[in-house]
């Protein structure tokens, strides 16, 4: 069963950021999908069996807070 997550991101603002959260979320099991919208700083992530303290870490790997 597919799920689905979001995340408010609040210190991206350019591309760079937004790459980096996307990869260091893409490389969390069970990720199919990551969506990031710089200008309303949300992050959508789509896949199956989900962990949202895996997600989180993933977001302050990349060096971000997520909310």
Sequence with gaps: MSERITYT??????GHC??????????VAGVG?????????????DGEGLDDARLRAAIEEAGYEAA
């Design 9 to 14: 991101v609040a210190g991206m603002h350019c």
């Design 18 to 27: 937004q790459a980096s959260v996307k990869e260091e979320l893409e490389a």
């Design 33 to 45: 999908s990551v969506e990031v919208d710089l200008d309303t700083k949300l992050v959508v992530v």
